[in-house]
């Protein structure tokens, strides 16, 4: 499992970053990426999936139900919400990883296929996953038996979500699970990494978060939900890779939930890539990591159904 660690670190470096800094059209660096996660990802096997469009008409938004192996029909649910800068992945890039956490978490898992931009800039993504959730409440489901979860940008618009709940007075999730999030769009206010990053470019990020934002504000809160309302934000687990790109970010959001009166628990695991729970399965890393967070998420949810 060693091995699987330090392979899944030369793949990132020799192969996804290069990629990620080279292929510029969208629709090919969106196939890159499912393929490479064709090919490495491990899949859970015995998965039920049940594709969904969730909301009224004019704002419907295609999701996909996942129950693991051993999870009853009527378990908590955990929102997924995929990285990849918000313009890239998918249901056939993060599956397996949506499935693994719902499984540690007992969990029925709901991945949502928000929309990718440039396609369609902020706000669609963070419109899309608010659909979702008020979705969920209107089918009866408890707030206090859905967890959010998401890795990177899916990070970003679980805390966005928080955000625009809170200002709303929508009841709120029994927990958040936030994998290397992004909190703040403001790129060019970000503390300089003290090496670069094992998988991502600082130009492929910017251009990311260029083709995303389009001519909004990166301080409005939706975008950057860490200048949002999250005062009392239910409990939250925080996995960050040190000396990661986002390692400063996963700890600015950690300190602005504490002062808000939030409980966090934050780990930081050493000589992983970003978003190396992905590698789960292979990785002995990456599946601590996924059952540490499923363990919390699980606990979330025994706490609020006494």
Request: proline share 8%; with cysteine; charged share 20%.
């Amino acid at each position: 499992m060693i091995f699987a660690d330090r392979a899944f670190n030369l793949l990132a470096t020799a192969v996804q970053k290069p990629a990620l800094y080279a292929i510029r059209p969208q629709k090919l660096l969106r196939r890159a990426f499912a393929l490479q996660l064709w090919l490495t990802a491990r899949p859970l096997w015995g998965v039920a999936v049940e594709k969904v469009m969730l909301g009224p008409e004019g704002t419907k938004v295609s999701a996909i139900w996942q129950r693991p192996p051993g999870v009853a029909e009527e378990a908590p649910v955990l929102i997924y919400l995929h990285g990849g800068g918000f313009t890239i992945g998918g249901f056939a890039t993060h599956r397996h990883l949506s499935a693994r956490l719902a499984q540690a978490a007992g969990a029925r898992a709901l991945f949502v296929e928000y929309r990718l931009a440039p396609e369609h800039p902020f706000p669609a993504a963070p419109d899309d996953v608010l659909v979702a959730y008020r979705a969920l409440l209107e089918q009866g489901i408890s707030a206090d038996q859905i967890a959010i979860a998401g890795d990177s940008a899916g990070g970003c618009l679980a805390l966005s979500l928080l955000h625009r709940i809170t200002a709303e007075g929508l009841p709120r999730p029994a927990a958040l699970g936030l994998l290397s999030p992004v909190v703040d769009l403001a790129l060019d206010a970000q503390p300089k990494p003290a090496k670069p990053d094992r998988l991502l470019p600082q130009t492929w990020v910017k251009r990311a978060v260029r083709c995303y934002l389009a001519d909004c504000d990166p301080a409005d809160p939706v975008a950057s939900p860490l200048h949002g309302q999250l005062d009392q934000a239910p409990p939250t687990c925080i996995h960050i890779a040190t000396d990661e790109m986002l390692e400063p970010q996963g700890l600015a959001i950690a300190e602005r939930l504490r002062a808000g009166g939030g409980q966090v628990v934050l780990e930081r695991f050493d000589d992983v890539a970003h978003v190396w729970q992905l590698n789960a399965g292979w990785s002995a890393t990456a599946d601590r990591a996924v059952a540490r967070m499923g363990a919390f998420l699980a606990q979330a949810f025994n706490a609020t159904a006494r």
